[in-house]
């Protein structure tokens, strides 16, 4: 009798039947360490769980990503709720994950979106609640601990760049039970005595060592202050509550010392070159000032009335002469004229008849006699001459033509 043969897929699909009837596999939570991680551009997220040497393969498809609330790295410990199955074309059964958790800190991750999302909800870490930095502050409060060297870090860095800031420090408890009290009390102290900037921070640590400030009461206290607050919590991979709610978040305790205070050197070299330039618009605009200046002065001196009066003598003057040059011109007009009618004159004139010889003869009562026939005999009549008057009686009288007295 023949043995009965199978197909690789057969095989497989009798496989993957296997571990889909077996209770255990369909529901189970896996710990291990993060390996070979890959975020898939379909959003699937393939990884490996290792544990002291042993390997599970692992996928969470894009539709369970609502499952998982941090970023996967390679190294973490973490546990994984899920099934396990057989994935047929290649014959490997592989976890696939519903959620994933960090271990051991999983549990306060978890607590930190939680209230994350509950602050922002709130509005605590809203953009238009946030207050500017000062840009020139003279006072800086600092809550952290008195040791360690994120406190070293700031005034180091304070000191170098602007000596005459003076800081205050608020030696607070920034780790362990009755840290966040601790931070508390020292933003409201330093708020109370009146700085105008104060920085909250200290150095890098696990999410247990940074956890205060992972506390509502911390990030109520942030937001509650009047004086504009700096966060400077761990590193620049680390990320807290009091970040989020701050008014500026710093990177590192060192960055924020350098966000706070302003560089001395910096502002005397802006103030050197302000100057320049304040002197340089002032010298231009003076000039300026000066060449307006002079040209009103030359209109002014052109409608100053003396000039103006001496214009108008010198055009009276000329009106004048021209007038004087015209009635000159005219009284040798008419002067001629006139020589011309008194020549005319003279020669119609009864003077001159009389002075060549001739006599201008009148009746006794004046009017001149205009004929011979107008003078009766024994009248009188007067014969006028150029140097007196000759009285005279007519005795006889003679008719031009006639030869006889043709009288009466």
């Known amino acids: 009798m023949g043995r009965s043969v199978y197909s690789v897929k057969q095989i497989n699909a009798y496989i993957k039947n296997m571990f889909t009837q077996d209770y255990l596999l369909g529901s189970v939570s896996v710990r291990g360490e993060v390996s070979n991680c890959k975020y898939h551009s379909s959003g699937h997220i393939y990884f490996t769980l290792k544990e002291q040497g042993a390997l599970l393969q692992a996928v969470m498809f894009a539709g369970n990503r609502t499952g998982l609330s941090f970023v996967m790295r390679e190294g973490q410990q973490v546990v994984v709720n899920g099934y396990v199955n057989v994935y047929e074309r290649d014959g490997k059964y592989q976890l696939y994950a519903r959620e994933i958790s960090l271990d051991g800190v999983g549990g306060l991750y978890e607590q930190f979106e939680a209230l994350k999302r509950e602050l922002s909800d709130r509005g605590l870490f809203a953009k238009e609640y946030k207050q ?13 601990a008195d040791t360690g060297a994120a406190v070293r870090d700031i005034i180091s860095i304070s000191r170098r760049r602007n000596p005459y800031v003076a800081l205050y420090l608020y030696p607070a408890k920034v780790q362990g039970e009755g840290a966040a009290e601790s931070i508390v009390a020292g933003i409201e102290a330093l708020e109370r005595f009146g700085v105008d900037c104060i920085i909250v921070g200290r150095g890098g640590g696990s999410i247990e060592d940074l956890w205060a400030f992972n506390e509502e009461k911390v990030a109520q206290a942030i937001f509650d202050c009047l004086v504009p607050v700096i966060s400077a919590v761990g590193h620049e991979t680390d990320f807290t509550i009091a970040d989020f709610v701050a008014d500026l978040r710093a990177p590192t305790p060192s960055a924020a010392a350098e966000l706070a205070v302003y560089e001395y050197e910096v502002l005397q070299s802006e103030f050197q070159e302000g100057k320049r330039r304040l002197e340089t618009a002032m010298e231009q605009r003076l000039f300026s000032y000066r060449q ?14 003396e000039h103006l009066t001496a214009e108008k003598r010198q055009l009276l003057d000329n009106i004048q002469d021209r007038l004087s040059a015209a009635m000159e011109k005219k009284v040798r007009e008419r002067a001629h004229r006139l020589e011309i009618l008194a020549e005319r004159l003279r020669g119609c004139s009864p003077l001159d008849k009389i002075t060549g010889g001739y006599a201008f003869v009148t009746k006794a009562d004046g009017s001149r006699l205009k004929s011979v026939s107008e003078a009766e005999p024994g009248s009188i009549l007067d014969l006028r001459l150029s140097d007196g008057v000759l009285r005279a009686k007519v005795t006889d009288r003679i008719l031009a033509g006639k030869d006889n007295d043709q009288s009466g």
């Open 132 to 144: 500017p930095i000062p840009r020139y502050i003279r006072t800086l409060g600092i809550v952290t």
């Open 292 to 305: 307006e200046l002079e040209r009103r002065n030359l209109c002014l001196q052109r409608f100053r009335p």
